[in-house]
């Protein structure tokens, strides 16, 4: 047994520390003990700080991958996905839950306004993870060459199966499983982990499918939000503000299928690359399709390259320099609002410009409510981190959804407070 509070770093090196650390990952196993999980996590990290680089950290480093994956309820979304993304094989085989662990994750960071945003995040980097399962090289349909049986490679495999624009069903998995050549080629152990594998996946990228369980059994699975692919559903608004901030919602929320649907469709077209997906989001804005633009728009800010390819175009910045002058000469001096557009391309990162560049794209450029523009802008603000989440917002006084009131102040544009 070890005494986490008397651990050093000096002492990590010991064979006998390192067989007490073992056995009491093995009793939190056995028991699902998260609390001291955590503390042993925490306090490894403590230790090993400033000395990631050396030999026994990479010595140390399964046995941080398998106290994450047992603190997995307590870790951030980013955490969970950075895990999930490279070390899904070793969560799946360590003999803990890992679906009812990450429901619980997935159950505290859910509201009213995530629209499954976190499962989408964890899924798109299971979809690239580069751990195999399996040691011979596998075929894709449509591909002329055999690729590594990554689990990136078997996501591709399944659903190069499925019909185009449909979620897939527990049966389509199922025949996937049991008849697909390149499945069939695996030993039992491997198949098992591929099953596991891509329930987890089709969970987190298809939430709402977990209906189909609700209704079949009666048992509640989360939260789940349905509802129809038509832009012309309405609801009746209530009178009271905060109530009727919530029905503008879930009214969005239902229209936005559409959405959600191309964005599979421009992830199987682009595979995910940066530059593909510029491409597409320039079609898009040229052809005045709101959709798909909003798409495009959404994966760029999930993969973390929308602000740097917003950098990168010189026609989307001319463009926002005109609104921004256009919309600022009212109420700012001249050089002050000269001074904040000759230096977009520095400060592109800056929130109050973000909002401003979502104003102009979606209500200037695309002639959006501004209801619905700010309900975009909500979700990307929050897929962009922390510093954006005010970019739009509800105003609880009012009932409606609005962008942030943003001025020129020192020469710089913010967002009022």
């Known amino acids: 047994m070890i005494i986490i509070d008397d651990l050093t770093y000096e002492s990590l090196a010991d064979q006998e520390t390192r067989n007490g650390i073992r056995a009491e990952i093995d009793k939190y196993i056995e028991l699902n003990n998260v609390s001291d999980a955590k503390e042993l996590l925490e306090k490894l990290e403590q230790l090993f700080k400033g000395n990631q680089s050396t030999d026994l950290y990479r010595q140390y480093n399964p046995v941080f991958i398998q106290l994450k994956f047992l603190c997995l309820p307590v870790l951030t979304v980013n955490e969970a996905a950075a895990l999930l993304g490279s070390s899904l094989t070793v969560g799946l085989q360590m003999g803990i839950d890992v679906f009812d662990k990450l429901d619980d994750l997935l159950n505290f960071y859910r509201d009213e306004y995530s629209d499954f945003e976190s499962h989408k995040q964890i899924a798109m980097r299971i979809a690239s993870n580069k751990e195999r399962i399996g040691s011979k090289k596998i075929f894709i349909k449509g591909e002329a060459s055999a690729v590594d049986p990554t689990i990136a490679n078997w996501i591709r495999d399944f659903s190069s199966t499925l019909p185009i624009n449909t979620t897939p069903s527990y049966i389509e998995e199922a025949e996937y499983l049991s008849q697909n050549s390149n499945v069939k080629a695996l030993s039992k152990s491997e198949a098992d982990l591929l099953k596991k594998t891509l329930r987890l996946y089709n969970y987190l990228r298809f939430p709402v499918r977990q209906s189909d369980r609700v209704q079949k059994t009666g048992h509640k699975v989360g939260k789940v939000i349905t509802g129809p692919s038509d832009d012309s559903v309405k609801v009746t608004l209530p009178a009271d503000p905060v109530e009727r901030l919530k029905a503008k919602y879930n009214n969005y929320r239902r229209a936005r299928w559409n959405v959600l649907k191309l964005e599979d469709e421009i992830l199987m077209q682009t595979k995910g ?140 544009l913010v967002m009022e407070k």
């Open 273 to 412: 690359d940066n530059e593909a997906l510029k491409k597409e989001l320039s079609a898009a804005a040229r052809e005045y399709n709101s959709q798909k633009l909003i798409a495009c728009i959404k994966i760029l800010g999930r993969q973390n390259a929308l602000l740097e390819s917003l950098r990168q175009s010189p026609s989307w910045q001319h463009s926002l320099k005109d609104y921004i002058i256009s919309k600022y000469a009212p109420t700012s001096e001249p050089e002050d609002i000269s001074y904040v557009v000759e230096r977009l391309n520095e400060n592109y990162r800056n929130p109050a410009i973000i909002s401003e560049f979502l104003q102009y794209l979606f209500v200037d450029k695309l002639k959006m409510e501004e209801n619905d523009a700010a309900l975009t802008a909500i979700e990307i603000g929050q897929l962009l981190g922390p510093d954006y989440e005010l970019i739009a917002y509800g105003d609880q006084e009012t009932g409606n959804f609005v962008f942030s009131k943003n001025k020129i102040e020192n020469k710089e």
